[in-house]
């Protein structure tokens, strides 16, 4: 009995120090996070407080079997939670590759987080490029770190970071057209991703006329939904993000120098996700301008 009792103090001691340590993981792979964190903090704090107190106080056997059993019934009913929740991906047939341009550091987790992870679990390879460092809106040094914690927690192969003066990209131009035309040589992207001329940031105009520029021969660019899009933005491509809305709203929370900022939190982020979600019939979608786009690079997202 003792022995069992040790082992069920030691697996709940793991589990609940994944549950508060391995908040990446559970946000990446499970589609409620926060609900199977509590589950399993609870869960395994209570297994570990009955298996302590069955090995600090003499108990009954049948006292002692009753406790191992319920731990036994506890982590079965966790590891079924654990496996109806998690996120279901479906592998791609024909892996493509994807180039993200953003204008800031936190542009891609807002605008397109919830596809790029989608995208990445489905085995495409997704390379970034943020074309300033956003020292304007906020702590230089941590928005850097922040935009390559951000492009880890999605998966990204690769993210490249310019310094281009944060708020006049438009003084860059040629600049931003060279380091694109340089990645679409590198990665030779399928598709490519980037910012919307339906934007009033006149960074992320820049951006996109940047882009489209550099991509003049390219057959796919799709344009993705910033906080700042106008009312004229007006997505005709949608990807359904169901299971990736809570993966998005944590890539966004890695920005923590932006917290403040309202478009940041969690209920905005999930807002728009329902709203373009309604849009495509789905629970949950980012939307897309294409500027042209030949179909047959999105099947098996
Ligand atoms: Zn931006």
């Avoid at 199977?36 to 107190?53: C, S, Y």
């Avoid at 550091?105 to 074309?131: Q, R």
């Avoid at 005709?236 to 990736?244: K, L, P, Q, T």
Wanted: include cysteine; hydrophobic fraction near 45%.
């Amino acid at each position: 009995m003792a022995s069992s009792h040790v082992i069920f103090v030691l697996g709940a001691a793991i589990v609940m120090a994944v549950a508060c340590g391995g908040g990446a993981w559970i946000y990446r792979r499970v589609r409620k996070p926060q609900l199977i964190r509590m589950l399993l903090l609870l869960g395994a704090g209570l297994v570990l407080a009955a298996n302590t107190f069955c090995l600090l106080v003499k108990v009954a056997d049948l006292w002692a079997a009753a406790v191992i059993a319920a731990s036994l019934a506890c982590g079965a009913a966790l590891a079924a939670l654990l496996l109806s929740w998690r996120v279901k991906a479906v592998h791609a047939t024909l892996p493509r590759r994807v180039l993200a341009i953003g204008a800031h550091p936190d542009d891609l987790e807002l605008a397109c987080g919830g596809t790029l992870a989608k995208f990445i679990d489905s085995g495409h390879e997704v390379n970034g490029l943020i074309m300033s460092d956003g020292r304007v809106g906020g702590d230089v040094g941590e928005r850097s770190k922040e935009a390559h914690r951000g492009a880890a927690f999605m998966g990204l192969t690769s993210i490249r970071h310019f310094d281009f003066t944060d708020t006049r990209l438009a003084e860059h131009g040629q600049e931003m057209v060279n380091a694109i035309e340089e990645a679409i040589r590198r990665f030779n992207p399928d598709i490519i991703l980037t910012h919307s001329k339906h934007d009033q940031h006149q960074d992320h105009q820049a951006v996109h006329d940047a882009t489209l520029r550099a991509a003049r021969q390219h057959h796919s660019i799709l344009c993705y939904e910033s906080p700042s899009a106008t009312r004229d933005f007006n997505p005709s491509v949608f990807i359904d993000i169901e299971d990736y809305v809570e993966a998005k709203v944590r890539a966004v929370q890695v920005h923590r120098d932006q917290a403040g900022k309202p478009y940041m939190t969690p209920a905005r982020v999930r807002g728009v996700a329902a709203f373009r979600g309604s849009q495509a019939k789905r629970a949950a979608a980012e939307g897309y301008e294409p500027v042209r786009l030949l179909t047959s690079e999105l099947r098996n997202p």
